[in-house]
Structures are given as C-alpha cells and as structure tokens.
C-alpha cells in the first residue's frame, strides 16, 4: 500500500525524506485503526508521491475509516478534505466543509475582458459598482451579478469577449479568516527581494508564519 515494498530489505536509515515519510505511514497502517493521524504527511514527497498520499486517504475514508490530516498546504487540502478544521491561536475557528468556507469568505466578483473597459467601467459606477482594471482590456467587477454586467453592456453596445465568475480558493477563504489570529507578522508583501536583506522596500523579517493551522477530515 505504501509502494516499499521494493526496498524491503534496506536500512531505513538510509532512507529519502519521502521514502521516511512512506514508512511513517505504513507504521501508522500496520493495526489497521478506525481513526489515523498524519501530521504533514506530503513533508517531502514528490508529485506522485502526494498523489499517493491523497489517493490513500480517499480509499481508506472509503472503507468507512476517519483520517484526519494536520496540513498547511491549502491547495492540497481542497483537494482531499471533505471537511475542515481551522485552529487560530489554540481556538477552533471554522468547523465547516470545504465549500461552506469558501462560500463564507468569497467576495463575489467578476472577471470581464473587453476593448472599451472604460466605457463599461463608467456605466458600472452608476450604479454604485466597484470595478478594478488589473490589466489591459481586463475588469474585476465586485458586488454585482455577471447576468446584470451581460445585459448592461447589451443594452449600451459594448462589446465584451469574456465574462466569467470567479470564486476564492481555499488558501484565499483560510488567509481573509485567519488574518486577525497571524501571530507573527512580516513586512514582506510580495516580489522579488532587494538587495541588503528588504523586500518591495520592507526590512526582511524573519519566522513570519501563520498560527493558525487547518486538519483535514475524511469520513
């Protein structure tokens, strides 16, 4: 199950990060229990590795086992968990599905791609709407429903060659939740760094990480 068995006769000592990680877990196999805790479980896996790890966690949750999953990584947990546990400062946060939190923390907007941004941009602020050009002939339109951008730019002749919902990811939803219970704060925003240890202008600081954790549920 652990994909070992090729190596069955080495020392573990010399095993990869990876290949520790593999062994960590079939360890955790060896009783078959109901309920299993893997702590960062894809530490140091490759691709397919990860693949593997999420893939066993569907198959055991399958058989009507619990897993639960401690992970930082957002992108993956969107991808495996069915339901999400967020911890900010010792305190559960969210309790909830995958979806629901994105739901929660979604604010709905709109990308519109058309050669007259200003235009639709002008009729848009008429009714209040707020609208962000990010790049050429490109709009995010927040706080409106894309039928209503459809028909306003039908009714005014505006051409527009895309218009298409956008929803948050859950790294997104997980950061705008969690954004009061950072413990450690960095100035770093983004960008390559600067020479002399600064980056985007900003000291560099060092251990800025999130106390919040998120464990993913499959049951």
């Given at each position: 199950?652990?994909?070992?068995?090729?190596?069955?006769?080495?020392?573990?000592?010399?095993?990869?990060?990876?290949?520790?990680?593999?062994?960590?877990?079939?360890?955790?196999?060896?009783?078959?229990?109901?309920?299993?805790?893997?702590?960062?479980?894809?530490?140091?896996?490759?691709?397919?590795?990860?693949?593997?790890?999420?893939?066993?966690?569907?198959?055991?949750?399958?058989?009507?086992?619990?897993?639960?999953?401690?992970s930082h990584l957002?992108?993956?947990?969107?991808?495996?968990?069915?339901?999400?546990?967020?911890?900010?400062?010792?305190?559960?946060?969210?309790?909830?599905?995958?979806?629901?939190?994105?739901?929660?923390?979604?604010?709905?907007?709109?990308?519109?791609?058309?050669?007259?941004?200003?235009?639709?941009?002008?009729?848009?602020?008429?009714?209040?709407?707020?609208?962000e050009q990010n790049?050429?002939?490109?709009?995010?339109?927040?706080?409106?429903?894309?039928?209503?951008?459809?028909?306003?730019?039908?009714?005014?002749?505006?051409?527009?060659?895309?218009?298409?919902?956008?929803?948050?990811?859950?790294?997104?939803?997980?950061?705008?939740?969690?954004?009061?219970?950072?413990?450690?704060?960095?100035?770093?925003?983004?960008?390559?760094?600067?020479?002399?240890?600064?980056?985007?202008?900003?000291?560099?600081?060092?251990?800025?990480?999130?106390?919040?954790?998120?464990?993913?549920?499959?049951?």
């Amino acid at each position: 199950m652990t994909g070992l068995t090729a190596v069955a006769k080495k020392k573990a000592g010399g095993f990869s990060l990876g290949m520790g990680q593999r062994l960590g877990i079939a360890n955790a196999l060896l009783g078959d229990p109901q309920t299993l805790i893997l702590d960062e479980p894809v530490n140091g896996l490759d691709p397919e590795g990860v693949q593997w790890v999420r893939n066993l966690a569907r198959y055991l949750a399958s058989q009507g086992k619990t897993i639960f999953i401690s992970s930082h990584l957002m992108s993956e947990m969107a991808q495996t968990a069915d339901h999400l546990i967020v911890i900010g400062r010792g305190k559960i946060i969210a309790d909830t599905t995958v979806d629901a939190l994105i739901e929660s923390q979604s604010r709905k907007r709109t990308l519109v791609r058309t050669s007259e941004t200003t235009r639709l941009s002008e009729l848009l602020a008429r009714d209040g709407v707020r609208v962000e050009q990010n790049e050429r002939e490109t709009l995010e339109i927040y706080g409106v429903e894309p039928i209503r951008i459809a028909e306003l730019a039908l009714d005014n002749r505006v051409l527009v060659y895309e218009l298409t919902p956008l929803t948050s990811s859950l790294e997104e939803a997980y950061f705008q939740l969690t954004k009061d219970e950072v413990e450690y704060h960095s100035h770093i925003t983004g960008g390559p760094a600067a020479p002399g240890g600064t980056l985007n202008g900003s000291p560099a600081s060092a251990g800025a990480t999130s106390a919040a954790t998120m464990e993913g549920i499959q049951s």
